[in-house]
């Protein structure tokens, strides 16, 4: 059986072709990085055009690679929110055209579910409860997995989500977009206890995050100490912003850990990919005891593999037929987690 899954929710336009399993046949993903530098941040316009023009091209390939035709594939799965409406509706059109044409189910799948889903495509032996930290350029949110597929939300940021955090203080010097990578990089070689940041403290016991204030202060430190794209400082200055927003998102993390006992703990979503983001995760779940989940990186910043496990695993538990239902062309995009 196969799955064909198209992920367009931000500036990634990506297709991939699983079949069960889940085996990932294919997983084509192409960055708009480039379109979007200039600007320094994703402008929604400029993402939606791209993934009109690349959408049909991407699909193709990801057949192409895995071996299927398109006549062969059973179901369509496309993330349908949260995310920029104009992208995701590129996506879910072409998606439904397909699903039309060839009379197939056609499966909406939520983007930041899809994320966590990417460390079961890796670990199929993860127990439950599952503690997991999506922590990306769009979102940054808690959930609670008591089984599979069962997702409460703990918390989420307030204001700012941690990628975008970093993508502002990276545009605000000028160093390129997107931050993350860059900012990692920078800061490799710093002494992050050089400047103060003071962590964010929720008033109340909940467990959102919020990133504006370490915004606000990292703003104020280039300000003082005179930070700049060129300064001697720069790298003290990254490296401690860089580790602020990496003890915050741990804290918080790690204060539900202790207060739900958690089987197992998960990272994932393109901060994932940070490198003092992932040792520290690892060394405090170590310490707790606790089974860790990171996904590989090339899983953790947008791709269609996620969508397509999702769509398989909901496919299998609620034994979905691949034949077409009235339902699957209703489906409408949200750009925000609901
Ligand atoms: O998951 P993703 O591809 O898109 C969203 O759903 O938002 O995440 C993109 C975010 C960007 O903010 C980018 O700066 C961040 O992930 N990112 C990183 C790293 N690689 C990507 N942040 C920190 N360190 C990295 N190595
Ligand atoms: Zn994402």
Redesign the pocket.
Known sequence: MFVLAIETS?D?TASAVLRDGPEVLSNIVLSQDEVHAPYGGVVPELASRQHLKSIDYIVRESLDVAGVRLDHIDYFGVTQGPGLIGSLLVGLSFAKGLAYYFRKRLLGID?IQA?IEAAFLENREIVFPVLALVV????TSLFHLKKKLDYELLGRTRDDAA??A??KIAKFLDLGY????V??RLAEPGDSGRFEFTLPRMTDRSHDFSFSGLKTAALRIIREAKISRDSSALADFLAGFESAIVRALLENMFRAADRLEMKSLLIC???A??KRLRSEFEKQARSLGANFYIPSPKL???NAAMVGALALAKIEREKISPNADGSSLDLDAYPRQP
């Open positions: 931000c990634e983007h994320h990306s350029g769009g979102h990628g975008e970093l993508d997107p931050g993350g990578p900012i990692q979503g393109g901060v990919r940070n953790c910043t947008d």
